[in-house]
């Protein structure tokens, strides 16, 4: 059974610092791997998606990495800004048509 | 238009009332989901239907029954609930099948009392 895990579970930076989020995942065999944000109360966000075949994903300051093999994923979010704060979760795909198995998040504060 | 829409926003019921959830996108999307979420833990998938028909049900109590009428609209009604229930239920679309970028809607607070 695939198990995610994203440490640490909460991050307090100051601006304009780097972030970095953490995603592990026991099964290697995955499918795709996506982020997503979530404000309080909110709906997710879709922030990247990283096929399989793909090491890395880009959109503007985010930047995302996997390593299938070790079975982790990372977000990096550059110079932080207030508005960053949020969730941030990561959820894999073992195969095309099967669920998305989500990690517990990272809660995120910038402070300015 | 790139939105997952989902009506009402909040929600307060008791145990004996009927209600439905709804959720409409005009994306093109084939493929639809019910998400619950309860406080500071991740989506939980109940549903999903694929091109109008049901391809994933999680084991999910008969007091939630989800309808796809078309493409485009998805809901969820509700009886008979029970307290422990109450959570954000999210709905959220993709292209065609479940292994695609999902799309989420802003969720429906629902509490019963």
């Known amino acids: 059974k695939q198990e995610v895990t994203q440490i640490p579970a909460a991050l307090s930076v100051p601006e304009g610092e780097n972030l970095v989020l953490n995603c592990s995942f026991t099964?290697?065999?995955?499918?795709?791997l996506q982020w997503f944000r979530q404000d309080p109360g909110k709906g997710l966000t879709s922030l990247l998606l990283?096929?399989?075949?793909?090491r890395e994903q880009t959109s503007g300051r985010l930047n995302a990495s996997l390593d299938k093999s070790s079975g982790r994923s990372t977000l990096y979010i550059a110079a932080s800004q207030p508005g960053d704060s949020a969730t941030y979760l990561c959820?894999?795909?073992?195969?095309?048509?099967?669920?998305?198995?989500f990690g517990g998040g990272t809660r995120v504060l910038v402070k300015p | 238009d790139t939105e997952v829409t989902q009506t009402p926003k909040h929600l307060v019921m008791g145990m004996t009332n009927k209600k439905s959830l709804k959720c409409e996108q005009h994306?093109?999307?084939?493929?639809m989901y019910w998400y619950k979420q309860k406080a500071k833990k991740p989506p939980e998938l109940m549903f999903v239907y694929s091109y109008e028909k049901l391809s994933i049900n999680e084991s999910v109590p008969s007091r939630f029954s989800p309808e796809c009428p078309n493409s485009s609209l998805l809901n969820l009604h509700l009886h008979a609930l029970q307290p422990e229930d109450s959570a954000l239920y999210l709905c959220?679309?993709?292209?065609?099948?479940?292994?695609?970028?999902?799309?989420f809607g802003s969720g429906t607070q629902l509490s019963v009392l």
């Open positions: 959220a679309s993709s292209l065609q099948g479940v292994g695609e970028k999902l799309f």
């Open positions: 959820a894999v795909r073992k195969a095309a048509g099967n669920k998305l198995t």
């Open positions: 994306m093109g999307h084939r493929a």
């Open positions: 099964d290697s065999a995955i499918y795709n």
């Open positions: 990283i096929q399989s075949s793909q």
